[in-house]
């Protein structure tokens, strides 16, 4: 088992920055892919950025040019770094970690929540 623990959420106006952080504990070995997800009320919940164990990372269209995820493998932990935030950024913000890329994976952390002023 992988427990994940987010950090870093809040409140911010729309331009601002925000960094997510996400703490891996557990059976550790067993992640390859780690990557953040996000669920706005009334849709879906949707990818928004990964990177792999050997740091190959994807990104959403939508968050291209203003979010970066990185991870530092030393310290299990995965991070998201958000600037030039929008409104339309608002949501719960989730972290995920799986042993295969290029699919969902198997662990999810509790949720931070991200709320973006105008």
């Known amino acids: 088992q992988v427990q994940l623990v987010e950090s870093g959420g809040g409140l911010v106006q729309a331009g601002g920055s925000l960094r997510l952080s996400c703490a891996a504990s557990g059976s550790i070995f067993s992640i390859h892919c780690m990557g953040w997800y996000r669920q706005a009320p009334g849709n879906e919940r949707e990818l928004v950025a990964t990177?792999?164990?050997?740091?190959?990372?994807n990104y959403a269209d939508s968050v291209k040019g203003r979010f970066t995820i990185s991870r530092d493998n030393a310290k299990n932990t995965a991070y998201l770094q958000m600037n030039s935030l929008k409104p339309d950024d608002t949501a719960v913000y989730y972290c995920n970690a799986g042993s295969t890329s290029g699919v969902v994976g198997d662990y999810w952390g509790q949720g931070t929540q991200v709320t973006v002023s105008s």
């Open positions: 990177i792999t164990t050997f740091g190959r990372t």
